[in-house]
Structures are given as C-alpha cells and as structure tokens.
C-alpha cells in the first residue's frame, strides 16, 4: 500500500499567508517526517513527530499528527516567498527497519 | 552543504556506457540510503546499508550496482541503462540507534543523471 499521500499537489498563496499541507497513509508508523525539497536539490529533514505525539512546533513550522485518522498535516505561518519548494511526508515503520517511505509531495509556491 | 556530498552533480551517459555515482557523509550516520527521484513519482527507494551491510534490494535491476566500502562512502555503478532510467539519484545517511528506531535523514544535493 502506498504511504504518505500529501494533498494538495499543489498550492499557491500570498507572502504573508499561512499554509497547510495534508498527508494520509495507511498502516502503522514509528513516525512521520517532513521534507522540504527545492527545485532540483536534495531533501531537507524539516520536522518529525513519533506515533505517541500528537503536535510539535519548530519555528515557524506547526506539525499534527492524528494517528486514529492516520493523517498529518504541517502548517507554515506568515510564509515567506524562500518557502517556495516542494515538501514531502515520509512515513517510517518498526517493522520497516530503518527505510523511510515517500508521498509525492505538494508543490507550494508564495507569492510575493 | 548538507554533510552528505554527491558527485557528479550531473551525468550523460549513453546506453552502453559504464559509470559511477559516488556519496560521502562526514555525519558519523551508520546507515546509508540510495533513492531514485523521476519526475511525477514519489523517491522511490532502491539501496539500503546498515553499518556497511546491504538490508534492502528494493528490485532494482542488476543495471544498477550498490557498493559501500565503509560507512562513510556509498557508490552507485551503472552499466546499460536505459532512457527510462534518466532521473535525480539522491543519497541519504541516517543514525540507526542500538535499539533500531527511524531518525531523520540528511539527503546529498543529488546526480541528475541522464540517459541518451
């Protein structure tokens, strides 16, 4: 089955406004990450909240995880244009050793 | 720069070339990752090393060869690819604690490699 769908797969706002993104999977998870990922770079490890949290914050990142709905979702406020990127969620399992699975990712573009 | 350096950052190679990607991390990571990226798919994981011993083939053709002489340094070879294999090939590290548990991981910058 596949893990980590993010919804939308893609979203433009204004400089200034807040943006959430969704993510759903389907078996049970360790964990979840997020990834922001810029035009032709690598990925870059953002946030991860573990199975028995249910909120984390980092800066201006806000993570919920609801594992009863098996869905997450990562609120960036006040956004800037640098937000402009791809993120991604990433589901890891125990079972799974230490392999992370991939959604494809929304692509969120800020305005100026 | 991440930690986790990849070379060549680009690659074309024609069909019956023979190549090599090459990853280094300077993180001290026991656990090493190859993912592929094509356009319009999730990564999709091909490689996985735990403290230099491949746990994971996730079917990838024989195209494609892993290597892992050390913990810090990961290769991919190539031979014969296909167009269809033109993607960004990500490397990634991670921390594997004693008791298994899944951390972050810290990806390379990547090779878009192309296939002609």
């Known amino acids: 089955s596949q893990q980590g769908e993010e919804d939308p797969q893609a979203l433009s706002i204004q400089e200034g406004e807040n943006a959430t993104m969704n993510c759903s999977y389907k078996?049970?998870?360790?964990?979840l990450q997020w990834y922001r990922q810029n035009s032709g770079r690598g990925l870059v490890h953002l946030i991860l909240i573990r199975s028995n949290e249910r909120e984390k914050h980092s800066g201006r990142l806000r993570v919920t995880l609801d594992t009863s709905k098996k869905s997450s979702s990562l609120l960036i406020t006040a956004s800037r244009a640098a937000d402009t990127a791809s993120y991604f969620c990433a589901t890891g399992k125990e079972t799974s050793g230490s392999r992370l699975t991939f959604g494809e990712g929304t692509q969120l573009t800020v305005n100026p | 720069e991440t930690g986790v350096t990849q070379t060549p950052r680009h690659l074309v190679m024609g069909m019956t070339n023979k190549k090599s990607l090459k990853c280094e991390q300077h993180?001290?990571?026991?656990?090493m990752y190859w993912y592929k990226q094509s356009a319009k798919k999730p990564l999709e994981l091909m490689f996985v090393y735990n403290f230099k011993e491949q746990t994971e083939n996730n079917s990838v053709p024989s195209r494609f060869s892993p290597e892992c002489p050390n913990s810090s340094h990961l290769f991919l070879h190539l031979h014969t690819l296909q167009p269809e294999d033109s993607a960004l090939y990500l490397c990634?590290?991670?921390?594997?604690?004693?008791?298994?548990?899944?951390?972050?991981?810290?990806f390379g910058s990547g090779t878009r490699l192309t296939v002609v």
């Open positions: 078996t049970s998870i360790n964990n």
């Open positions: 993180l001290g990571h026991n656990a």
């Open positions: 990634a590290s991670s921390q594997v604690g004693s008791a298994g548990g899944i951390n972050g991981y810290t």
